[in-house]
T-cell receptor, first 112, second 114 residues
Framework: DAKTTQPPSMDCAEGRAANLPCNHSTISGNEYVYWYRQIHSQGPQYIIHGLKNNETNEMASLIITEDRKSSTLILPHATLRDTAVYYCIAEISSGSARQLTFGSGTQLTVLP | NAGVTQTPKFRVLKTGQSMTLLCAQDMNHEYMYWYRQDPGMGLRLIHYSVGEGTTAKGEVPDGYNVSRLKKQNFLLGLESAAPSQTSVYFC?????????????FGDGTRLSIL
């Protein structure tokens, strides 16, 4: 699986958009980009994933660059409950055991 | 609406003791995984299973054994616990290959080895 690189920490003001970057310059054509978050050492929670196109769901938006070497997770109106560690992971989409390789993630702190 | 259930939630063991962690999922998922997470680090894969009766090694399998006798259950065993196995253990499940569906995680088992 492609290695991903994320900043170790970020702050965001409550109510503002949180933009979390991820570099995955070695990603291959069949690798999806997944985002999970972990709150207070609970089990990781799935947020969103995508292959080539931008994606949006009720939690967040995922913007993937045209060359697929980087992506940005956007939380449109961050709340205090969004404080968590966010993980960006590249997962091979077919024929594999579908293993996730977690890095250290980005600690997002939403400030009041 | 149970999803992935892990038992027990907490356990303290003495060095050399054995125990089994149970993971149960009610989503009819084919794939199941066991991870460990040490303080300040991401999750690391211990073992996984791609279907009933199958198991495979992940990144850090030493000191652990697993079994998948029923599709809904995935057991993680420590035969002779060591202090280095003090960690938080997470189980996850997902649908099979070609599905690109996310993994669903349990709430974890916090294990301390004295």
């Amino acid at each position: 699986d492609a290695k991903t690189t994320q900043p170790p920490s970020m702050d965001c003001a409550e109510g503002r958009a949180a933009n979390l970057p991820c570099n995955h310059s070695t990603i291959s054509g069949n690798e999806y980009v997944y985002w999970y978050r972990q709150i207070h050492s609970q089990g990781p929670q799935y947020i969103i994933h995508g292959l080539k196109n931008n994606e949006t769901n009720e939690m967040a938006s995922l913007i993937i660059t045209e060359d697929r070497k980087s992506s940005t997770l956007i939380l449109p109106h961050a709340t205090l409950r969004d404080t968590a560690v966010y993980y960006c992971i590249a997962e091979i989409s077919s024929g594999s055991a579908r293993q996730l390789t977690f890095g250290s993630g980005t600690q997002l702190t939403v400030l009041p | 609406n149970a999803g992935v259930t892990q038992t027990p939630k907490f356990r303290v063991l003495k060095t050399g003791q054995s125990m089994t962690l149970l993971c149960a999922q009610d989503m009819n998922h084919e794939y199941m995984y066991w991870y460990r997470q040490d303080p300040g680090m991401g999750l690391r894969l211990i073992h996984y299973s791609v279907g009933e009766g199958t198991t495979a090694k992940g990144e850090v399998p030493d000191g652990y054994n697993v079994s998948r006798l029923k599709k809904q259950n995935f057991l993680l065993g420590l035969e002779s616990a060591a202090p280095s196995q003090t960690s938080v253990y997470f189980c996850a499940s997902t649908t099979g290959a070609y599905s690109n569906q996310p993994q669903h995680f349990g709430d974890g088992t916090r294990l301390s080895i004295l």
